[in-house]
C-alpha cells in the first residue's frame, strides 16, 4: 500500500476514551456522522478492510502481537452486524469471535474473569469479544440478584465490589498489554428511540422476526440504569494501553466505519512486517528454487 493518507485517518481518535476520569455519556451523540457522507464512508470502509487483510497477513506471520476486540452495546445496537462488515475480509484460520451469554454452571465453579481469558486470542490472531466481562459490571449491576448465583463468598458482597471489579478490570488489561496483546473496547452508543425503531422493525418484517426477543423488550425497562452503569463503566476503565471507543450506533454504516478506522489505526501502530529470512534459510529456499526449476 502507499504512503498516501487513509480517508479515515484519525477518524477513529475523535471518540476514543483514554482516561475516563471527566467522561459523561451525555455528552455524546448516537446520531453523529462525523460530516461524512453514506457514499464516501461505504467506499473508505472498503478501503480499510482491504488495509486491514494485507495488515492482518504480516500479524500472523509475525508471530507476535495478539489484537482483542471487545464490543459491547444495548440490546440491537448492531454488534453482529458490525463485526460481520468490518472483519470482512480477514482470514478465519486468523480470527476468532466469542459470543458470551449467561455463564454455564462450569464457568461459575470460578471467578467471572476465566471463561473468557480461556478465549483470548493467540500470538499472530485477532479474536473479537461480542459482549465480554464488562457484563460483569453492566448486566450484573443493573440486576445485582445474579450476584447471588455467582457463588461468591458472602463476606465479599460489599458495597466496594463494582469498585474492586474495575480494579481487576483495569489490572487485568494491563497485564495482557504487557504481554503483546493489543486491546480495543467499543461500546455502541445507541439512541432509545433508534432501538424501539429496531425492535419495531424486528416484529414487522418477517425476515427479522428471528432476531426478536421479549427479553430484550423487558431490560428496556432499565434503559437509564443501563447508561449510568456504561458510564461508569468507561469512566473507570478507559486507558492509554485499553481505550474505549464511544461510537454513535444510530447509523449502522457510521458505527461501521468507525470501528474499521480504529483497527487500522491499531494495527498500524505495530510497525507490522514480514518475518525476515536468515542467511541459512535462504540458502535452502535457493536449493529448492534450482530443484523445481529442473524439472
Same mark, same amino acid.
Given at each position: 500500500?502507499?504512503?498516501? *493518507?487513509?480517508? /479515515?485517518?484519525?477518524?477513529? @481518535?475523535?471518540?476514543?476514551? &483514554? &482516561? ?12 453523529? %456522522? ?10 473508505? $470502509? ?26 459491547? =452495546? ?5 454488534? &453482529? ?31 467471572? !474473569?476465566?471463561? %473468557?481469558?480461556? @478465549? ?14 464488562? +457484563?460483569? #459490571? ?29 480494579? @481487576? ?12 496483546? #493489543?486491546?480495543? *473496547? ?29 427479553? &430484550?423488550?423487558? +431490560?428496556? *425497562? ?16 478507559? %486507558?492509554?494501553? =485499553? ?11 457510521? /458505527?461501521?466505519? %468507525? ?7 491499531? !494495527? ?9 529470512? @536468515? ?5 535452502? $529456499? ?10
Amino acid at each position: 500500500m502507499t504512503k498516501m *493518507k487513509r480517508k /479515515t485517518e484519525k477518524l477513529a @481518535d475523535s471518540y476514543r476514551i &483514554d &482516561d475516563g476520569k471527566h467522561f459523561r455519556l451525555k455528552d455524546w451523540d448516537p446520531a453523529d %456522522t462525523g460530516h461524512w457522507h453514506s457514499k464516501h464512508a461505504e467506499e473508505a $470502509l472498503q478501503a480499510d478492510i482491504v488495509r486491514m487483510a494485507e495488515l492482518q497477513s504480516k500479524l500472523y506471520a509475525q508471530d507476535c502481537w495478539a489484537l482483542l476486540l471487545i464490543v459491547q =452495546a444495548m440490546d440491537a445496537a448492531g454488534k &453482529d452486524g458490525a463485526i460481520q462488515h468490518v472483519m470482512s475480509g480477514v482470514n478465519p484460520q486468523g480470527c476468532q469471535v466469542y459470543s458470551f451469554k449467561g455463564p454455564s454452571d462450569e464457568e461459575l465453579q470460578h471467578d467471572y !474473569l476465566w471463561r %473468557t481469558t480461556r @478465549d483470548l486470542p493467540e500470538r499472530g490472531h485477532i479474536g473479537i469479544f461480542n459482549r465480554s466481562y464488562y +457484563e460483569e #459490571v453492566l448486566v450484573v449491576k443493573v440486576h445485582p440478584e445474579i450476584l447471588g448465583k455467582q457463588k461468591i463468598p458472602p463476606s465479599l458482597k460489599t458495597k466496594n465490589i463494582w469498585d474492586e471489579r474495575f480494579e @481487576d478490570i483495569r489490572c487485568f488489561e494491563r497485564h495482557m498489554s504487557r504481554n503483546g496483546t #493489543v486491546i480495543r *473496547k467499543f461500546f455502541l452508543h445507541l439512541s432509545k428511540k433508534e432501538q424501539k425503531e429496531r425492535f419495531v422493525a424486528r416484529l414487522e418484517e418477517p425476515e427479522k422476526n428471528w432476531k426478536f426477543s421479549a427479553a &430484550d423488550i423487558h +431490560e428496556r *425497562k432499565y434503559w437509564d440504569d443501563y447508561q449510568k452503569a456504561y458510564e461508569e463503566m468507561i469512566r473507570n476503565t478507559a %486507558t492509554r494501553h =485499553a481505550p474505549w471507543y464511544v461510537v454513535p450506533a444510530d447509523n449502522k454504516w457510521f /458505527t461501521r466505519l %468507525t470501528i474499521s478506522a480504529a483497527i487500522v489505526d491499531a !494495527l498500524e501502530g505495530l510497525e507490522l512486517s514480514y518475518p525476515k529470512v @536468515d542467511p541459512a534459510r535462504s540458502k535452502e $529456499l535457493d536449493a529448492a528454487r534450482k530443484l523445481l526449476l529442473k524439472g
